[in-house]
């Protein structure tokens, strides 16, 4: 079964400051990877994602993420964060022969000014 | 283009009622998700539709929710009756291959 582990539960971060993301997951083979961000109010919007190729894939708004086998992580990370980054943070995993998603418990980022 | 829609955006309902929660796919999705987050938990998977058919409904938590997809379009979720529990955020989402899936902003049910 496929898992996934955000270590952080809350982390504050000065605006302009850089920022990451950590996701740990539990999968058999190459697994699919994403991120959303749920901003508040909103629904989840995807960030990035990974499936195969160069590890290290760019998204929107400024963010980025590495995947890396041998640690079976998938980080998110931004140089300089904005107060529009205030949101919380999924990490998602799913695979090729499926369609489910398996979600990690979440990161909520609160930016200080 | 349109994304994901969801009605209502919330709802307070008391125990014992039946809510029903609408969900409008981006066009031209064959597949439609719900997946929900109670209170304080991870985001979890209720089920997946091809088209009108449930390809894999085995997140439903109990027979308490029906969810149908009409024609292979909009897609309802009902709760019926409706328990404490069941309180949180219903996601619906779409997609059209299984590597990007979009969602909505969510149904927010509150049972009193």
């Known amino acids: 079964a496929q898992s996934v582990t955000q270590p952080d539960i809350h982390i504050t971060v000065s605006e302009g400051a850089s920022l990451e993301l950590r996701c740990n997951y539990s999968y058999g083979a190459t697994p699919y990877l994403f991120w959303y961000v749920q901003s508040p109010g909103q629904g989840l919007q995807l960030l990035l994602k990974y499936f195969s190729g160069d590890t290290l894939v760019q998204g929107i708004k400024g963010f980025e993420a590495e995947f890396k086998r041998s640690q079976s992580s998938f980080n998110l990370r931004k140089p300089s964060v904005h107060w529009s980054d205030a949101a919380e943070y999924f990490c998602?995993?799913?695979?090729?022969?499926?369609?489910?998603?398996?979600f990690g418990a979440g990161t909520t980022v609160t930016v200080r000014a | 283009e349109a994304g994901v829609t969801q009605f209502p955006s919330h709802s307070v309902i008391e125990k014992g009622q039946t809510v029903t929660l609408r969900c409008d796919p981006i066009s031209g999705h064959d597949n439609l998700y719900w997946y929900r987050r109670v209170m304080g938990k991870e985001i979890k998977f209720l089920l997946h539709?091809?088209?009108?058919?449930?390809?894999?409904e085995s997140g439903m938590p109990n027979n308490r929710f029906l969810a149908e997809r009409t024609g292979g379009t909009y897609s309802t979720l009902k709760v019926q009756p409706a328990e404490l529990e069941d309180s949180g955020v219903y996601f619906c989402?779409?997609?059209?291959?299984?590597?990007?899936?979009?969602f909505g902003e969510g149904s927010w049910l509150t049972v009193v």
């Open positions: 989402a779409s997609s059209q291959v299984s590597n990007t899936i979009y």
């Open positions: 998602a995993v799913g695979s090729p022969n499926d369609y489910k998603l398996s």
């Open positions: 539709f091809v088209k009108e058919s449930k390809q894999d």
